[in-house]
């Protein structure tokens, strides 16, 4: 422990050297040569390459690869840009994964323990739980908004004729609760509808705690080979997750540069100015209360907050987040139920983005609401909030939406767009805390959270002797 603590200070040295010259030679205050600048990075991050090789952890490399993609975005933007590929391809094995695992999980959670009075519970306080967090999260993000004024004395860009904003109807209350329940099963899974799954996976699993014995177990013990084996697949893609989370941050860097941040450092501030304020006066006190092991707690939630920042995608983090959960000491079944639905009922800096958003769209358009006016709007985002996707961009759709309703223009939502990526990594690694701390509040609140930590290999014995009684 003490030598990996000494070669991570030894290799931190050379880094930080690099990133205060680049820094102090970017303002004008030093006279460096660019190739210099490059060489001494470079050295660097093979100072970085070198600690994780000794170091041989998951969590080590996921935060290497996004310091080498940052600097392959800011030296070699035309390659970095083309390294998406990789990215994409991480994204799209994590949502191969999606379905089965919630599928599996939930029903061995549900039927493999015949406890339907404490779905029920879990349920309500999950859903009251998650009310009153994401209503304060809407009003931290209308208070910034109003603060800081971001929006106010913008000049809106020309649109450029090739660029074009996703056509978005008025989504009225039926709607949006229609969309909670699926209508074909292939069709959610193909879609990515999370909370479709989870709708269909509780009750197929009510319907067999309720089964005959003989007709029940074979379809438990299915659930029970399928969950394991989603976990092991999960942990085989993981080890493609250093390159894809690179290849995300290099391309971010390479197709945007730095420079749009100092034009819109404004509004970008803000948010996480926002983000910041809802988790230390929210999450944290929220934390203390349900007396959650912080450092353990931080420590879990390092590789999927750092997968989730990287990609933009709550939903890139759910597996990963889950078994982190788990090991943590959050029994497996109150994981699976409480973390999917909250990535459609949960996801606090979606919508504390949603309010901040809205209202600087009107700012930039120069059009005054009133406070009656705000507070309406951010009562409208509690519904149509409730229907953001863990995948990147879903907030524009949202975004789009509560603009139309309420008849303001899309014009400047092409600033937003300009840095909506920043402001993504931001709000999706909010969305992921927030939800891994849901499942502890409610594993504390069902008295079955284990101070001693993984839960895992109890469940599985129990499970084990349970099919054999």
Request: charged share 15%.
């Amino acid at each position: 422990m003490q030598n990996n603590r000494s070669l991570l200070l030894i290799t931190l040295i050379p880094f930080t050297l690099a990133a205060v010259l680049t820094v102090l030679t970017d303002l004008n205050w030093i006279a460096l040569p660019t190739t210099l600048l490059l060489v001494v990075r470079w050295l660097a991050i093979v100072g970085l390459i070198y600690y994780g090789i000794r170091k041989k952890s998951l969590t080590a490399w996921i935060l290497i690869s996004m310091v080498v993609g940052a600097e392959i975005g800011n030296d070699f933007p035309e390659a970095a840009v083309n390294l998406r590929v990789l990215s994409q391809i991480f994204l799209r094995l994590i949502k191969t994964i999606i379905a089965p695992l919630l599928f599996g999980t939930l029903v061995v959670g549900i039927a493999g323990h015949s406890d339907l009075k404490q779905v029920g519970r879990m349920g309500w306080k999950s859903l009251l739980y998650f009310e009153v967090v994401t209503t304060i999260a809407l009003f931290i993000g209308l208070a910034a908004i109003n603060i800081s004024k971001a929006g106010v004395g913008i000049t809106l860009p020309e649109v450029a004729g090739g660029e074009k904003l996703p056509d978005v109807a008025k989504q009225s209350i039926s709607d949006v609760v229609l969309h909670i329940f699926p209508e074909n099963i292939a069709k959610s899974i193909a879609n990515g509808e999370v909370l479709q799954i989870v709708v269909f996976s509780v009750l197929f699993a009510i319907a067999l705690a309720v089964t005959k014995e003989h007709y029940r177990r074979p379809v438990l013990k299915f659930a029970e080979s399928l969950s394991e084996v989603m976990f092991k697949f999960t942990s085989i893609i993981m080890y493609f997750a250093p390159i894809g989370v690179g290849a995300a941050i290099a391309y971010t860097v390479g197709h945007m540069g730095l420079g749009i941040l100092v034009n819109l450092f404004q509004l970008l501030a803000t948010l996480y100015l926002a983000l910041l304020a809802f988790l230390l006066l929210v999450l944290f006190p929220v934390a203390l209360i349900a007396k959650v092991p912080i450092k353990k707690f931080i420590q879990a939630l390092v590789e999927p907050v750092s997968i989730a920042f990287a990609t933009t995608s709550s939903e890139a983090a759910l597996p990963k987040a889950m078994e982190a959960m788990t090991r943590l000491g959050v029994p497996r079944k109150i994981v699976a139920f409480v973390m999917p639905t909250g990535y459609s009922f949960n996801l606090d800096g979606s919508t504390l983005y949603l309010s901040l958003a809205s209202v600087f769209v009107a700012q930039a358009a120069g059009i005054e609401m009133s406070f009656s006016q705000q507070l309406l709007m951010v009562f409208t985002l509690m519904l149509t909030s409730k229907g953001v996707a863990g995948v990147p961009r879903a907030t524009l759709v949202i975004l789009l939406g509560t603009l139309a309703s309420f008849g303001l223009p899309v014009e400047p939502v092409f600033i937003i767009l300009g840095i909506d990526e920043l402001m993504d990594m931001a709000r999706t690694s909010v969305n992921v805390i927030g939800n891994c701390l849901a499942t502890v509040v409610i594993a504390r609140w069902e008295g079955e959270f284990d101070e001693n930590g993984s839960t895992i290999e109890a469940e599985d014995e129990a499970l084990e002797i349970e099919g054999k009684v």
